[in-house]
């Protein structure tokens, strides 16, 4: 169970904060610099989270479609055979996407809990699980969720270190990128992930 | 109908979880500012109503994600309002329920534009309005001009830019003037376009 690296968008897309813990992730940003074949005057990193904004603006209108009406239309993860990334995106525009490895479930009421990577990429909406909570008998209550864990972030160490901040001015643009410097919203939420039992 | 005594109800349960500060320290608090500014500003009128419009939308671009933050905490789910009515609803019941603890209630509803009635207002609690004398003619300042609680339409105006409703708010009637209750018409000039930034753009 290994946390992989976290990236915060605002809603035009914009990175507002991006960091790689694990090893695997270091090493790949690494490999991504020095190897980067992108047009001069672009940073191979920063295009590959353009990427992933990218994909997730693109999955969320296409899930949109797809939900019914009246039901909760929001992406909640992404999964292939590599890597999970949990996703969740507030009413006011701001995205944070987790990457995580596979055996880390979404959310609670999931159905596809630790349940082996398939050979091929797997979507999980809101919509399409049913009310199974509690289904698996190895979730209890020390199991982490890795949506849950955005939330969290989200509610406790945003608004309270970014929002709160006097260097705040609205939820997009190059001052919040500053502004999310200025504060402890990286030590707080570094202590938050490494307090994570899943963490390694 | 029972959508709205959900929103009711998610309101009552998040002012029972803020933290709460004594009410007469709020108010009196507020009408230094006030006096502050006036000083700031050598009494010019118009233009302390501008600089509390302009503090309140300070206040407001935070108040959303605070909102959002507390009813995820507490469980409650607050959807994406699907047109004018729930976001008046939410602003009304939820917002100033949770945030001052006071009711508000929505009216004169159009495609868009709404008002919203406070009937109780605790900055005001403590305040009246210096009444001109014939004498001094139009030496003084006019102080029926003084909007006393304009930071609320900076803090809607703040909030809702947040999530892309471009609105002009101001007070119609306000309780410091001699009307029954404040209320504060509240106009929606466009809905900004939800989209990825420039980057993303195909050339």
């Known amino acids: 169970m290994v946390v992989h690296s976290i990236n915060i968008f605002d809603k035009k897309g914009k990175i507002l904060f991006t960091k790689a813990y694990s090893p695997v992730a270091i090493k790949q940003e690494r490999y991504l610099l020095e190897s980067g074949t992108a047009e001069p005057g672009s940073d191979p990193v920063t295009e590959q989270k353009k990427l992933i904004f990218g994909m997730l603006f693109s999955l969320r209108e296409l899930v949109g479609n797809l939900t019914p009406e009246h039901s909760n239309k929001s992406l909640q993860s992404i999964q292939t055979a590599s890597a999970t990334v949990h996703t969740y995106e507030t009413l006011s525009g701001l995205r944070f996407a987790l990457y995580t490895s596979n055996d880390v479930p979404t959310c609670k009421f999931s159905e596809r809990t630790a349940a082996g990577a398939a050979d091929t990429p797997m979507l999980t909406s809101s919509s399409t699980t049913a009310g199974g909570g509690g289904t698996s008998s190895a979730l209890d209550s020390t199991t982490a969720f890795g949506r849950d864990a955005l939330v969290h972030i989200y509610s406790n160490i945003w608004v309270e270190c ?37 963490f390694q | 109908m029972s959508k709205s005594a959900n929103i009711a109800a998610a309101g009552h349960a998040l002012w029972a979880n803020t933290p709460k500060v004594n009410t007469e320290l709020f108010a009196l608090t507020y009408g230094s500012l006030i006096t502050e500014i006036l000083r700031d500003y050598d009494q010019d009128i118009s233009e302390v109503n501008v600089q509390l419009e302009r503090i309140g939308h300070s206040i407001g671009v935070r108040c959303v994600d605070e909102l959002l933050a507390k009813s995820e905490v507490n469980g409650i789910n607050i959807p994406m309002c ?78 809702l830019e947040q999530v892309n409703l471009k609105v002009e708010c101001s007070f119609v009637r306000d309780v410091l003037r001699g009307d029954e209750v404040n209320e504060i018409r509240v106009n929606v000039k466009e809905v900004l376009a939800e989209g990825a930034g420039e980057d993303y753009h195909e050339e």
């Open chain 1, 162 to 198: 970014v929002v709160r901040s006097p260097m705040y001015v609205g939820n997009s643009g190059d001052a919040l990128v500053e502004c999310i410097k200025s504060t402890s919203f990286e030590k707080e939420l570094d202590s938050y992930i490494s307090s994570l039992s899943w």
């Open chain 2, 82 to 159: 699907r047109d004018l009515r729930e976001t008046a609803e939410v602003i009304a019941k939820i917002g100033f329920r949770m945030f001052l603890g006071v009711n508000c209630d929505v009216g004169k509803l159009t495609d868009k534009s709404f008002s919203l009635y406070l009937s109780e207002n605790p900055l005001n609690i403590f305040v009246e309005l210096p009444s001109m004398s014939e004498d001094e003619g139009g030496s003084g300042p006019d102080w029926n001009q003084l909007k006393y609680s304009n930071i609320y339409c900076g803090v809607i105006r703040g909030a």
